[in-house]
Each structure stands twice: as C-alpha cells, then as structure tokens.
C-alpha cells in the first residue's frame, strides 16, 4: 500500500505557543534594552574624554595667547601713562585656610595700581562677566588684607568676535587684541577703566 503525503494535523494557536512567543519577545526586548544602556555609557564615557581633550587643548591654545600678549603688557600700558614694573602670571588667590578667591591669567602691578588681565583664546560676554565677577572677588580679597591699591581690569583674545569689545569697554575694561607677533591696545577718546 501506497503511503499518503500525509502531514500532521494543524493545530491553531494554543496558549503555550502565544506564552513562548511573549516570553522571546521579552528576552529580545531586554537584551535590546541592555545594548541600548551599554551604547548610551560608552557615549558617556566617549563625551567625557571628547571634553577632557578639548579642555587641555582649549588650555594650551589660552597658554600660547598669554605667551604672546604678556611680554608686550608692561611696555603697552606703560606707554599708556602707566608705571608697572612687576608682571606675574597664573596668579592664583586664596584664604589662609586653602579656599579657592580666584586665578588671574596676567597681573601687572606699581606703588598704587594693580592691572588684572583674563586671558582667552576667543573672548566673549560671557568672560566679560565672569571678570567682572573676579574683579569684586579681589576687591573683596584687598580690602580683607588692607591693600588700598585700585584694581583695574583687561581683556585679551586672539579672537574678539563682534560686540564683546563695546562691551568689555562699558563694563570698563581694557581690551587688548593680538595683532601679529605683538599686540594692540585701542582706547576709545571717552573710555575711562573701572576701578575696583
């Protein structure tokens, strides 16, 4: 006798097979969530070291601007009417106790003034503001060590994007520009420094 093609009876969906079905499609779903939380921590720790990098060369590009506008600050502002003798840089202020005041990037210093310079490589408002903040800090810091000296203020950049300068100068800066191997300082007919 002839055997038949015969096939098993189908059988509809049963409860064990949709069961089997939602469990694997869980386990797929977890171990997509666990690829997705590993990428997104790899991102993490791949953005941290991206900011690291891009800070230490941030660091170095504001070391090379300092390096360039220091050497001519004394003769620049001197000619200016000053009489600075003294320049120091990465001036750093604190308490007796260790407590951080504030780091200035160039301080020109005589009898009766003391210059504070922030240094960057591409200056903004927003540096403007925040060296306008540190002025008061060292304010504050003078007066608690009984120094009656006027603290003025300056601004350098390599790169002073349009808008920063009018502002650092109401905000009563100066504002130096790197011009070359040298650098510039421009004083508008009616700019008068903010003394602290």
Same mark, same amino acid.
């Given at each position: 006798?002839?055997?038949?093609?015969?096939? !098993?009876?189908?059988?509809?969906?049963? %409860?064990?097979?949709?069961? $089997?079905?939602?469990?694997?499609? #869980?386990?797929?779903?977890? +171990?997509?969530?666990?690829?997705?939380?590993?990428?997104?921590?790899? &991102? *993490?720790?791949?953005? /941290? !070291?991206?900011?690291? *990098?891009?800070?230490?060369?941030?660091?170095?590009?504001?070391?090379?601007?300092?390096?360039?506008? @220091?050497?001519?600050?004394?003769?620049?502002?001197?000619?200016?009417?000053?009489?600075?003798?003294?320049?120091?840089?990465?001036?750093?202020? /604190?308490?007796?106790?260790?407590? %951080? &005041? @504030? !780091?200035?990037?160039?301080?020109? !210093?005589?009898?009766?003034?003391?210059?504070?310079?922030?240094?960057?490589?591409?200056?903004?408002? @927003?540096?403007?503001?925040?060296?306008?903040?540190?002025?008061?800090?060292?304010? #504050?810091?003078?007066? +608690?060590?009984? #120094?009656?000296?006027? =603290? &003025?203020? @300056?601004?350098?950049?390599?790169?002073?994007?349009?808008?920063? /300068?009018?502002? $650092?100068?109401?905000?009563? %800066?100066?504002?130096? +520009?790197?011009?070359?191997?040298?650098?510039? &300082?421009?004083?508008?007919? #009616? =700019?008068?420094? *903010?003394?602290?």
């Amino acid at each position: 006798m002839v055997k038949e093609n015969m096939r !098993e009876p189908q059988m509809g969906l049963t %409860f064990e097979k949709v069961w $089997a079905m939602f469990q694997e499609t #869980d386990r797929k779903m977890q +171990e997509t969530d666990r690829i997705v939380q590993e990428t997104a921590r790899q &991102i *993490k720790e791949i953005s /941290k !070291e991206t900011d690291r *990098k891009i800070g230490k060369l941030s660091d170095r590009l504001g070391d090379l601007v300092e390096h360039i506008i @220091a050497p001519n600050l004394l003769e620049k502002f001197n000619k200016l009417g000053f009489s600075f003798g003294k320049i120091s840089s990465n001036v750093c202020y /604190k308490r007796p106790g260790g407590e %951080f &005041i @504030a !780091e200035v990037d160039v301080l020109l !210093e005589d009898g009766d003034t003391v210059l504070a310079v922030e240094v960057k490589s591409k200056l903004s408002s @927003a540096d403007v503001r925040e060296h306008t903040a540190r002025m008061r800090k060292l304010r #504050d810091y003078a007066d +608690e060590h009984g #120094d009656a000296r006027h =603290f &003025i203020g @300056a601004v350098a950049g390599a790169i002073i994007p349009e808008g920063v /300068k009018p502002f $650092a100068y109401k905000s009563g %800066f100066y504002v130096i +520009e790197q011009s070359g191997d040298t650098i510039k &300082i421009e004083v508008p007919h #009616d =700019f008068v420094p *903010k003394k602290w």
